[in-house]
């Protein structure tokens, strides 16, 4: 295969910080990432739409050739990863079971905190692959309110701060690891830091999930590419262009 295409998809730009993980470990190959950014969020939407709206994305991507998928949302992985395993014929990775790898190297006490979006926390998902890996005390708390703070840009800020303590003041788990289940959070990563105590341990999958596809995949020809598509416009692109300077972003629509 002269030119191995890996697509990646989110219903934003959250999504992003996985694909930096990507092209970290794989900076020779060719990326296709897709944003829904006109369909955003995914994280308050039912299965049977997430479903929908992730073949969509993933039928996209395949169009531009990609020979695998790399679903960079924990809500599409929580509710459309079989789904898409079944339907597609190109291997399909989601970011869930890396999330909870990264907890599980970490936590000393088993006892973890996972911050999601409300339909991740409603599937369930993170509950099923904690308890496939051994005796784990689990909360989750949905925090609808920092996808669109990660979006905005509000990454070290006041406000992110404050919905942040928040959120963490609802648990009831004496927790010495959080998993930031969503992939929009670890944009906000500085905001988090000013907030949890020092003995806490903050991770999410991203960077466990680039080494393992870059495992499978280092070997294989590609070219050094990066294409970005997004579903609709997101005015000055601040966020895209801070971590990718150098990409360049196409508006699409996935209606073809
Ligand atoms: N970034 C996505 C995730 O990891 C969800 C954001 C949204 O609600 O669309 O769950």
Redesign the pocket.
């Known amino acids: 295969m002269a030119n191995f295409k890996i697509g990646v998809f989110?219903?934003?730009l959250?999504?992003l910080t996985v694909l930096k993980e990507l092209v970290t470990e794989l900076p020779e190959h060719h990326f296709i990432y897709l944003g829904d950014t006109a369909r955003?969020?995914?994280?308050?939407k039912s299965r049977v739409t997430v479903q929908k709206y992730a073949i969509q994305a993933a039928k996209f991507l395949i169009s531009k050739g990609a020979n695998a998928l790399v679903i960079?949302?924990?809500?599409?992985?929580?509710m459309a990863l079989d789904h898409l395993q079944n339907q597609l014929s190109i291997p399909v990775f989601g970011?869930i079971d890396a999330s909870a790898e990264a907890a599980k190297n970490l936590t000393k006490s088993k006892k973890i905190l996972v911050l999601?979006?409300e339909?991740?926390v409603r599937s369930e998902a993170y509950l099923q692959v904690f308890s496939k890996l051994g005796n784990y005390e689990i909360e989750q708390i949905p925090c609808?309110l920092l996808?669109p703070l990660a979006e905005e840009g509000f990454w070290d800020h006041e406000i992110t701060k404050k919905i942040i303590e928040i959120y963490l003041e609802k648990s009831r788990l004496d927790f010495d690891t959080i998993v930031l289940?969503?992939?929009?959070?670890p944009l906000l990563l500085q905001s988090f830091l000013k907030v949890i105590k020092k003995e806490i341990r903050i991770t999410e999958g991203s960077q466990l999930l680039a080494k393992k596809i870059a495992e499978q995949y280092q070997n294989i020809p590609s070219e050094k590419k990066l294409d970005i598509f997004l579903t609709d416009n997101i005015g000055d692109k601040k966020m895209a262009s801070e971590l990718f300077s150098e990409a360049t972003f196409e508006i699409t629509d996935l209606s073809f």
């Open positions: 989110d219903s934003g959250g999504g955003l969020p995914y994280g308050t960079a949302c924990n809500t599409a992985s929580a970011v999601a979006t339909s991740t609808p996808v289940g969503c992939t929009h959070y």
